[in-house]
């Protein structure tokens, strides 16, 4: 089992950056692959991307490619998110998820999810 601290969220303006960090406890940390979602009001568990166990292999959605960045140190049990050319519509909760069996765009996947941090960004 792992639990996840998401920080970093923030207000910013269009065009700004955010670096989310995912803090996970325990000691298996790099059995997981991890994977950041978000959710805006109203709106479904959105899927942004997901980093493989050894940190090698990324994949983002559509809507971020080009922009967003994730990265793990599993010496220190951390995934970030770095969040570059910011746009309204990613304005939402972020969550990071941990997934033991290999990676999924599904939020059904991950068995862990931390609780999310706020990203809201003014036009």
């Known amino acids: 089992q792992v639990q996840l601290v998401e920080s970093g969220g923030g207000l910013v303006q269009a065009g700004g950056s955010l670096r989310l960090s995912c803090a996970a406890s325990?000691?298996?940390?790099?059995?997981?692959?991890m994977g950041w979602f978000r959710q805006a009001p109203g709106k479904e568990r959105e899927f942004v991307g997901r980093i493989s166990r050894s940190g090698v292999f990324t994949y983002y959605s559509d809507s971020v490619k080009g922009r967003f960045t994730i990265s793990r140190d599993n010496a220190k049990n951390t995934v970030d998110l770095q969040m570059n050319n910011l746009k309204p519509g990613d304005t939402a909760v972020h969550y990071c998820?941990?997934?033991?069996?290999?990676?999924?765009?599904?939020?059904?996947?991950?068995?862990?999810w931390g609780q999310g941090t706020q990203v809201t960004v003014s036009s």
């Open positions: 325990g000691r298996t940390f790099s059995i997981y692959t």
């Open positions: 998820a941990a997934d033991p069996r290999g990676g999924s765009e599904r939020a059904s996947g991950y068995d862990y």
